[in-house]
Every structure is written in structure tokens, then in C-alpha cells.
């Protein structure tokens, strides 16, 4: 039973809706933030990365840039560009990319279903990054970027949704990637009812991207309660921003890798190792694109090879049966000796939204092999986090990214 209630959203006025809106914060490095403020003065990089309001010797750790960011958000609100709703209120949001729609349904969800497992998570978290966006939401007291959570389809919420999105939307504007973004409000008392039902009779909700942000988010819930003994529960610190899609919504894209050297192999050497467990077909000089499970494309030397895995290796086990896990247990570490792909600097990833073509940029330039993934489903992810276990690092790429700066909870 989820409880995903309505807020008071802070939110940019209407027609300053397409400056301020930007790509979420880790998206970017501090040159690339930079760039983007120079270029919209308005954008919400200049909160979400408030280390480009300083010189590059100042760490964007440092607590002035946080400080930065709350009196940044703060003149924001005093200068017009953010309206307060006067209602608690849910919001319908529709990503459109290559004339593909998904929707999802906007509302702060519960820190307790967080911790009482709920909300599944399948990756684990790491503290600097943690410290990052806690200090930022505790220090502007409020939570600035929504964390991207996933359901299992329900028909009473569906219905809201798409007679919504028949009304004139709040928001609607095209990015300069190409996206478009559409916002509609729902604040009519039959609709909110509606929803936060829908919600309480769904027995799971799991978090599809934002495991640092959900993370971050519940610490300084908890931070607070320990400072305001006498809580309630019903304080906007318990409760954290999300967007929430149901599972037929999503796409989840391949997410790609490239490795630096072939680990003292030549090419017919590694080739038969390979062989061991998978079956090598050469493709040819074209990106080679699996197309089910279990299959690969591998570029090495300037051609395309496709490799099937042996039927041995196969699992049934969730996380043992990811085409990562299987890439993963019996090539990268046997063969390529990369053991830990959160460390090991012979290796990198390339979500699938750049495309194959970037994988033979990378074996031109810094890199020698590159693997093409099949993408992993969104009912892998829900099996995986239904039976309480970890996805291996880099196993999704979400697309479109939400945008931050739409709507923002404020704590206080």
C-alpha cells in the first residue's frame, strides 16, 4: 500500500517555463553547467549546480555553493519567475521523444514506504554523492529534482490521467533536444481522491532512476525528524518530489560498453577464449544491434561481430540472467580481468541514446573493443527488486530524462 499524496508545488510562471526548466544536474560536468548558464541566465543549473556562480577553484562541495543555490532559488521566487500553488495539487507529465509519448503522474512520495521497502530499490548508493544532494535539499529546504519511480499499470489512474490530459495544459514547450514537455495540473477534490487511491492500493512502487536523489531525499526526512521530536508524519519533510510512470510507459535503452585493451590478447587469441561461452558469427563492417537477449554486438578492429551466449551460461536467477550479468560473469572478468566496473578505469559505458556509431568513435580514439547490449526490460528491473537484490551498475538508461525547475517541494 503506497502513499503518494498531493503539494503545494513551487513552480516557474507560465511563460518562463522553457528557460528554467533543465536537463537533471549529474547530467552535466561543471564546464558543461557553465556553458548552459552563460547561455539561459534563467536556467535551474544556476540552483541545481550553483558552483557555476564561481570560480573554478572553489569546490562545488563547498558549503558557500550551497548557500549559493538557497539564495539563488530564493530571488528566483522574489523576482516572479516561481509561483506558490495555494493548494495541494498532482500534475500530469508527458515526455514526447522521436514521436514517442510517456506519461506520468507528478506528487511527493512517503520516506516510511522508502524504508519499509515499498518503494524497491536495485542499486546501491554512494555517500559522497549522498552527502551532495543532501546538503543541497537541506540547505534550500526543498527537494529541487524528482526522483523517477515506476508502477504497474492501474486502470482507475490511467483514467484521471487521460481525461486530464484533454484540458489545456499548465506547460507545454519544446527543449532544445528535441523533447517536448507537457504539464496539466490536477486539483479538482473527485481527481486528487482518485489518485492518492489508486496509489494505496498499489503494493509496489520501484525506483527506475534517482537512487542517490530517493536516498538523499529520506536522510534529511529523517535528519529533521530527529530535530522535531514530536512529528506528526504529516510534515512536507516525510514525503520526497517523484514522477511516477506506469510500466507500459517506459523505455529503457541499451547502455553500452567500451573497454581500453584487450588484456595481453591479440584479436584470434581473444576471439577463442570468447568462443568458450558465446557463439562468435562476424558481422561485417555495420553496427551490429542484438535484438533479444542473451546476444551481443562486439566491436573489435574495425569489424562487428555478433555473440550469443551458450545456452550453459543462461540463468533463471534475476540478477544471474541480466544480459549485464552475463556479459559481465563471463567475458569482462574471466577474459578482459575487469572485476569491478564502479573502479576499474579500463572500462566505460555509452547510454544507447548516442548511438553504435559513438562505440566506433570510442575504439578509434581512447578505446580498443566496445560491446553493443540488448537493453534490460522494466519487468527484469521489477523481478530483480522484487526479490530484494541489486542490479549491477550500469544495467539501464532511461530516456527522455524529466526535467528539473518544473515543480519543486518545498520542506518548510
Known sequence: MATIRPFKALRPREELAAKVAALPYDVYNREEALAEVRKEPLSFLQ?????????????PYDIRVYERARDSLQEMIQNGVFVREDRPCYYVYELVMDGRSQTGLVGCAAMD????????????????????????VDICKAQTGPIFLAYRSQQGINEV??????????????APDGIR?????????????AIYFGFQNTRSIYIADGHHRAASAVKVGLRRRDAHPGFTGEEEFNYF???????????????????????????????KEIEKAFIVTKTGAEPYKPQKKAVFGMYLEESWYK??????????????????SLLQNHLLT?????KDVRTDKRIDFVGGIRGLKELEKRVASDMKLAFSMYPTSIDELFAVSDAD???PPKSTWFEPKLRSGLLIHELE
Not at 161 to 174: A, G, H, M, N
Open 47 to 59: 540552483i541545481d549546480r550553483a558552483e557555476t556562480q564561481f570560480t573554478p577553484e572553489v569546490s
Open 113 to 136: 514506504d522508502y524504508l519499509n521497502n515499498v518503494i524497491k530499490k536495485h542499486e546501491k548508493t554512494r555517500e559522497d554523492k549522498e552527502i551532495d544532494r543532501i546538503n543541497h
Open 161 to 174: 490521467v487521460s481525461r486530464i490530459k484533454q484540458e489545456s495544459p499548465l506547460y507545454d514547450f519544446t
Open 181 to 193: 514537455h507537457t504539464v496539466w495540473k490536477i486539483d479538482g477534490d473527485h481527481d486528487l481522491a
Open 241 to 271: 518530489l517523484s514522477v511516477l510512470f506506469p510500466h507500459d510507459q517506459l523505455m529503457i535503452l541499451d547502455y553500452n560498453r567500451v573497454v581500453k585493451d584487450l588484456n595481453g590478447y591479440q584479436k584470434d587469441a581473444l576471439l
Open 307 to 324: 555473440l550469443e551466449a551458450r545456452a550453459e551460461i543462461l540463468s533463471d536467477d534475476p540478477v544471474e540472467g541480466l544480459d549485464v
Open 334 to 338: 574471466p577474459i578482459l580481468d575487469i
Open 389 to 391: 537484490k541489486l542490479m
